[in-house]
């Protein structure tokens, strides 16, 4: 935690909701962690301890408190705008690599030790990666019991869990509740779904303020048929996780996401939810944002007139890299036309449940072997998205949670046809890099040319000052689609 102990008391003392997420307060004389934005009277300052993180109160032997529910917070902003090695860790840990590969595989990915990473990572989270892994698997257990009519049992081996006993302990020792009383506060109940799927419902938290404007204008212009659309005022789009398909279903409230997820494999949840997450940056703290790039006298009147944009990133980042060059150089309308004959000569075929979306746009690997008359394009640019799925697949070139976002900057530029904007869009999209700046964008250097050019304090924040100069246009991706639309 970065925050002195008299800002954080402070933020308890005055409930303030943009630090949830950044810590949690932990009460000595009640064994009780909550959020900084409890709606419960605060206790003494001498009996509160401030902790980095969930995972940290609970090996402490504290529990979450009942009423703020400190575990369904918004993430710490922290992680999506360092690019050290705790935070690429802390963005493999939120993705489930962990629950998949332990923490062995976590070490591999990252390119240190096993108890190096245990290391830096309990210095900074108070909790080691086991410990981080296994409070998600506890908020997992609680979203299946509360939403779903799973048998627990079930329930327990979705969230990674070797059994209800292990289950049954953990949630009764974060939760002060037992699986049986956590699903009574909680009906009707569903009942249960098709075999092929399994639907669960739930909020997705964020800090305030959230334009959802340009996000999911953004998301539903840009949407490749089939595998994205914007349906009753959803953004849906296909998903491919690690043990199944997934289908997911976004919508924007005043104060929170509401969301739907269909999956095949109810493991894959927690990834899902991040993934979901990281679409649209629910984990950024607007007010900061806002507040650092309104000290430019040029930008303070968009950032007014539109407070808590996001950054549309994506589910999958080597499908947004491989989208964004094969968008290079035409329109939106003709990139999502490839796309989509991509998906639907070589993707995975879907059956969806409650909508229109029929795939999920290829691999790497089978991008990397497309026949020429799947690749309809230009032979330059048909070279060079061989040459970058090639690179994805045989990870030369890494995109994932954990990229090190300067080495992938520097191997993408390696790869002949690919220059600045599709490293910087790649970099901003894929990568979630805050600081990524497209500025040889037409609508970049358009709106530059109004208010001059880009300025060294606009860092690290510059991917926002791009949703704002992009905002300056009429582009139908600022627009929030109208409510009956399908596209």
Same mark, same amino acid.
């Given at each position: 935690?970065?925050?002195?102990?008299?800002?954080?008391?402070?933020?308890?003392?005055?409930?303030?909701?943009?630090?949830?997420?950044?810590?949690?307060?932990?009460?000595?004389?009640?064994?009780?962690?909550?959020?900084?934005?409890?709606?419960?009277?605060?206790?003494?300052?001498?009996?509160?301890?401030?902790?980095?993180?969930?995972?940290?109160?609970?090996?402490?032997?504290?529990?979450?408190?009942?009423?703020?529910?400190?575990?369904?917070?918004?993430?710490?902003?922290?992680?999506?705008?360092?690019?050290?090695?705790?935070?690429?860790?802390?963005?493999?840990?939120?993705?489930?690599?962990?629950?998949?590969?332990?923490?062995?595989?976590?070490?591999?990915?990252?390119?240190?030790?096993?108890?190096?990473?245990?290391?830096?990572?309990?210095?900074?989270?108070?909790?080691?990666?086991?410990?981080?892994?296994?409070?998600?698997?506890?908020?997992?257990?609680?979203?299946?019991?509360?939403?779903?009519?799973?048998?627990?049992?079930?329930?327990?081996?979705?969230?990674?869990?070797?059994?209800?006993?292990?289950?049954?302990?953990?949630?009764?020792?974060?939760?002060?509740?037992?699986?049986?009383?956590?699903?009574?506060?909680?009906?009707?109940?569903?009942?249960?779904?098709?075999?092929?799927?399994?639907?669960?419902?739930?909020?997705?938290?964020?800090?305030?303020?959230?334009?959802?404007?340009?996000?999911?204008?953004?998301?539903?212009?840009?949407?490749?048929?089939?595998?994205?659309?914007?349906?009753?005022?959803?953004?849906?789009?296909?998903?491919?996780?690690?043990?199944?398909?997934?289908?997911?279903?976004?919508?924007? +409230?005043?104060?929170?996401?509401?969301? %739907?997820?269909?999956?095949?494999?109810?493991?894959?949840?927690?990834?899902?939810?991040?993934?979901?997450?990281?679409?649209?940056?629910?984990?950024?703290?607007?007010?900061?944002?806002?507040?650092?790039?309104? +000290?430019?006298?040029?930008?303070?009147?968009?950032?007014?007139?539109?407070?808590?944009?996001?950054?549309?990133?994506?589910?999958?980042?080597?499908?947004?890299?491989?989208?964004?060059?094969?968008?290079?150089?035409?329109?939106?309308?003709?990139?999502?036309?490839?796309?989509?004959?991509? %998906?639907?000569?070589?993707?995975?075929?879907?059956?969806?449940?409650?909508?229109?979306?029929?795939?999920?746009?290829?691999?790497?690997?089978?991008?990397?072997?497309?026949?020429?008359?799947?690749?309809?394009?230009?032979?330059?640019?048909?070279?060079?998205?061989?040459?970058?799925?090639?690179?994805?697949?045989?990870?030369?070139?890494?995109?994932?949670?954990?990229?090190?976002?300067?080495?992938?900057?520097?191997?993408?530029?390696?790869?002949?046809?690919?220059?600045?904007?599709?490293?910087?869009?790649?970099?901003?999209? +894929?990568?979630?890099?805050?600081?990524?700046?497209?500025?040889?964008?037409?609508?970049?250097?358009?709106?530059?040319?109004?208010?001059?050019?880009?300025?060294?304090?606009?860092?690290?924040?510059?991917?926002?000052?791009?949703?704002?100069?992009?905002?300056?246009?009429?582009?139908?991706?600022?627009?929030?689609?109208?409510?009956?639309?399908?596209?």
């Amino acid at each position: 935690m970065h925050l002195d102990t008299a800002t954080a008391l402070a933020a308890v003392r005055s409930r303030d909701a943009r630090f949830d997420g950044w810590f949690v307060t932990a009460v000595r004389s009640t064994r009780i962690y909550c959020r900084p934005s409890c709606p419960a009277t605060p206790p003494r300052a001498d009996r509160i301890d401030f902790l980095p993180s969930a995972a940290a109160a609970v090996a402490r032997g504290y529990r979450a408190c009942k009423r703020c529910l400190p575990d369904a917070t918004p993430g710490s902003p922290e992680w999506n705008v360092r690019d050290d090695l705790v935070a690429r860790a802390m963005r493999l840990i939120a993705d489930g690599v962990v629950e998949r590969e332990g923490v062995e595989g976590l070490s591999q990915r990252l390119g240190y030790s096993s108890r190096q990473i245990e290391r830096v990572v309990s210095e900074q989270l108070g909790a080691g990666p086991l410990a981080l892994a296994r409070s998600q698997r506890a908020q997992t257990a609680r979203i299946l019991i509360e939403t779903t009519a799973m048998p627990f049992a079930d329930v327990a081996f979705a969230a990674g869990f070797g059994s209800i006993r292990s289950m049954n302990d953990v949630v009764r020792t974060t939760f002060a509740l037992t699986p049986t009383q956590l699903r009574a506060r909680r009906s009707p109940l569903r009942a249960a779904d098709p075999p092929a799927w399994h639907r669960i419902d739930l909020r997705l938290p964020m800090r305030l303020p959230f334009l959802p404007d340009n996000v999911f204008g953004h998301l539903a212009a840009t949407g490749v048929p089939g595998v994205e659309e914007w349906r009753d005022g959803a953004y849906r789009r296909t998903v491919r996780l690690t043990y199944g398909a997934g289908i997911v279903a976004l919508r924007p +409230a005043p104060d929170h996401v509401a969301t %739907t997820v269909w999956l095949q494999d109810v493991r894959d949840l927690q990834t899902a939810v991040s993934r979901c997450r990281f679409l649209l940056d629910l984990d950024a703290d607007p007010q900061a944002v806002d507040a650092a790039l309104s +000290a430019d006298p040029r930008l303070r009147p968009l950032i007014a007139q539109a407070p808590g944009r996001r950054v549309p990133h994506t589910t999958d980042p080597v499908e947004m890299a491989l989208r964004i060059v094969l968008g290079q150089q035409i329109s939106t309308r003709a990139a999502r036309t490839h796309a989509a004959r991509l %998906t639907t000569a070589l993707g995975e075929p879907v059956s969806d449940p409650a909508g229109g979306l029929t795939g999920i746009f290829p691999t790497a690997d089978v991008v990397a072997e497309a026949s020429d008359d799947v690749l309809a394009m230009p032979e330059t640019r048909k070279r060079t998205l061989r040459s970058l799925a090639r690179a994805l697949a045989e990870e030369q070139i890494d995109v994932s949670p954990g990229a090190d976002w300067t080495v992938a900057r520097e191997r993408l530029l390696g790869v002949p046809g690919i220059g600045p904007w599709s490293v910087e869009s790649i970099a901003m999209r +894929a990568l979630g890099d805050p600081d990524a700046f497209p500025g040889t964008d037409l609508a970049v250097r358009r709106t530059l040319e109004r208010i001059g050019p880009p300025a060294e304090a606009w860092r690290p924040w510059r991917a926002y000052v791009t949703q704002h100069l992009w905002g300056m246009t009429d582009h139908e991706t600022n627009q929030l689609p109208p409510m009956e639309a399908i596209a």
